[in-house]
């Protein structure tokens, strides 16, 4: 819900007015919400109609605000301190402006540390990667981002590994071995140490990435409809907001504390913005930057160890029998993919077919929240539970909200995309709605699925902005489960999209991961899905939208937390 824009000048007789408009906007939304509710009763958001507020300007003369607090992002110091010692990551010691000097995906190696000709289900083997320069001089510190994976493509089977630094230029990943069979390491360098500490200092600047426009719309003179487009974005602090002064239409959402700026329209006011759609990018490199940050060297395939490492089977087993419920913890690796099918090792995960997700879904009411990725969710559901239909919501396609049923199991699914900043193609602001503030309208039960993500939206603003967000949906998430224990809540993790840019990185990803789980770790009936290492060490090309057999696993994730056995 938003709510627009203060008058910038104080005059009484505006203050009055606006006081008139208020409490007009109340009864209008008393009126319209009941008048819905006795109509429909179904469970679509409510529209609310953005209700003017004074705001007091103390912000601008101090400069308190440039700062950003735990306070601001709705934890303790303690907390933010634990996140800050998760999220952090090596680097150079000295500023490097040299290609020569930045890790070579070319000269890196890694190799098998003391490879037996044979192994058994269930062993370890343990890699270590070599860092070295485009001179071919081992590094000497750390913050290379790599990727690490066993698989055997004929077996369509692949694990992930998980790297650590020992910041002095060497890495090391342990590597499970759960299948019989064949298996091979790859290694990819994502992105240079030099690189991450380039991506580090533009996501915590206050430089724009990402624009956003905001459509007006309303009564011009002689009371024909004009449209006027300028551009938003989001005010956070000082470090974040892309205008400083108090130039724009404000909207600060009441529950969450978010605020969203746009540029005054010329002739309308600020109360006429109707739509929200995505802007330009722009690229805040410098020369130098932009030679270190070359994406030709990112995401590629290092040289190492191509032997093939033959694994024999084991009688100790390779799954586990632990019932897919809440308070589990990721494990590394969570599972492995054998003949496309992914098997964790958190819980017993099981397959779907048709006709089980009818089964699994019925008298269920499915909440997906968050963005596209969600929305492949909510396509493959669509496409596979039986007698499920499409409501025409006269919405977008692409940018929904969505809503599917099954009248005869009872199945309803909903999906919508996440608050702003959000870049979606043109849809109407009132539909674009902040997680927490949609928990925070969902009674719970029994029957709800609630299933939300966000990441990929986030990545082009400061990380404390997104601790605010995930604390805010905490909150809701910790209200809902207290009122309706019995809910399903799912955080469904970022995925891996091989974006390599300065506007998308998995680096950034990863750190938002990272943020989410720890935030989340201590929050008794919330499941974190990880689907970053699912993503990671399949063989398909990366794609922040993950391909169909990826889909199929990650919803049958789902379905198995939903439906345990
Ligand atoms: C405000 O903060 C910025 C950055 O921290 C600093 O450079 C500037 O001098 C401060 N201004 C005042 C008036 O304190
Ligand atoms: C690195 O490259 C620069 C020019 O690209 C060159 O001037 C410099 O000598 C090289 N440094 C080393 C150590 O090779
Ligand atoms: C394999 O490595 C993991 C993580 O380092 C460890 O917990 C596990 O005990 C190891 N397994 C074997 C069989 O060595
Ligand atoms: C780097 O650190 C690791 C772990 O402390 C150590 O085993 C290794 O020998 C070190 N390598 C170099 C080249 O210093
Ligand atoms: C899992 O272990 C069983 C034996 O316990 C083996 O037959 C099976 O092949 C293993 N699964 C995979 C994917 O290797
Ligand atoms: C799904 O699996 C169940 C149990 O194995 C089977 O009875 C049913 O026929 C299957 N349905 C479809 C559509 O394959």
């Given at each position: 819900m938003f709510i627009p824009p203060t008058p910038d000048s104080s005059v009484h007789r505006r203050t009055q007015l606006c006081i008139c408009f208020l409490l007009l906007c109340l009864w209008t939304t008393i009126c319209l919400t009941s008048w819905k509710f006795l109509k429909s009763g179904h469970p679509r958001q409510q529209f609310q109609p953005p209700v003017p507020r004074r705001e007091t300007k103390k912000q601008s003369k101090t400069n308190s605000s440039s700062v950003i607090t735990a306070l601001d992002m709705g934890i303790s110091d303690e907390e933010w301190e634990r996140l800050q010692k998760a999220l952090n990551w090596p680097g150079p010691d000295q500023l490097i402006t040299q290609l020569n000097l930045t890790t070579s995906p070319v000269h890196s190696t890694f190799s098998v540390v003391e490879p037996k000709n044979s192994y058994k289900v269930g062993e370890n083997i343990s890699v270590i990667i070599t860092a070295r320069d485009h001179n071919k001089s081992p590094k000497t510190y750390g913050g290379d981002f790599f990727k690490a994976k066993l698989f055997n493509s004929e077996l369509k089977a692949s694990v992930y590994g998980e790297v650590v630094d020992h910041r002095n230029g060497t890495y090391s990943v342990v590597l499970l071995l759960p299948w019989e069979g064949q298996a091979e390491v790859s290694v990819r360098l994502e992105h240079s140490s030099e690189v991450v500490q380039i991506l580090k200092k533009y996501r915590d600047s206050s430089i724009t990435r990402s624009h956003y426009n905001g459509h007006f719309e309303g009564p011009g003179p002689n009371k024909i409809r004009i449209r006027e487009v300028v551009e938003c974005n989001l005010k956070w602090g000082g470090e974040g907001s892309w205008r400083k002064r108090n130039c724009c239409c404000e909207y600060k959402d009441i529950k969450t504390g978010t605020q969203w700026q746009c540029e005054r329209p010329n002739k309308l006011s600020c109360d006429k913005l109707v739509h929200h759609s995505m802007g330009r990018l722009e690229n805040p490199l410098n020369p130098v930057e932009r030679q270190i940050f070359t994406t030709k060297l990112a995401n590629l395939a290092i040289p190492g160890d191509k032997q093939v490492i033959n694994v024999l089977p084991d009688t100790?087993?390779?799954?586990t029998t632990e019932r897919c419920r809440s308070g589990l913890t990721t494990p590394v690796p969570e599972g492995f993919y054998f003949k496309d099918v992914w098997k964790s090792f958190a819980c017993n995960t099981r397959q779907f077919n048709s006709t089980q997700m009818g089964n699994c879904l019925k008298n269920k009411i499915v909440y997906l929240l968050g963005d596209s990725t969600t929305r492949q969710w909510f396509e493959y559901l669509e496409k596979y539970v039986p007698g499920i239909k499409r409501m025409d919501?006269?919405?977008?396609?692409?940018g929904g909200p969505l809503m599917a049923v099954e009248l005869k199991n009872n199945i309803i699914i909903h999906w919508r995309p996440h608050g702003v900043p959000l870049r979606f193609t043109?849809?109407?602001?009132?539909?674009?709605?902040?997680i927490s503030n949609d928990i925070d309208e969902i009674a719970g039960g029994p029957h709800a699925v609630v299933v939300f993500t966000i990441f990929a939206h986030l990545v082009f603003h400061p990380i404390t902005f997104y601790v605010h967000k995930v604390a805010k949906i905490r909150e809701s998430v910790v209200a809902l489960l207290s009122r309706a224990p019995e809910t399903t809540v799912i955080i469904k993790s970022g995925n891996t999209a091989g974006l390599k840019d300065i506007f998308q990185s998995d680096w950034y990803a990863m750190q938002l991961n990272t943020v989410m789980q720890k935030m989340f770790k201590d929050i008794d009936g919330a499941i974190y899905l990880d689907v970053w290492q699912m993503t990671s060490c399949h063989y398909l090309l990366e794609d922040v939208h993950p391909g169909a057999v990826i889909i199929a696993n990650e919803v049958d994730m789902l379905l198995s937390y939903v439906c345990p056995t």
């Open positions: 100790a087993g390779n799954g919501l006269h919405t977008p396609r692409t043109k849809m109407l602001i009132t539909d674009l709605h902040y």
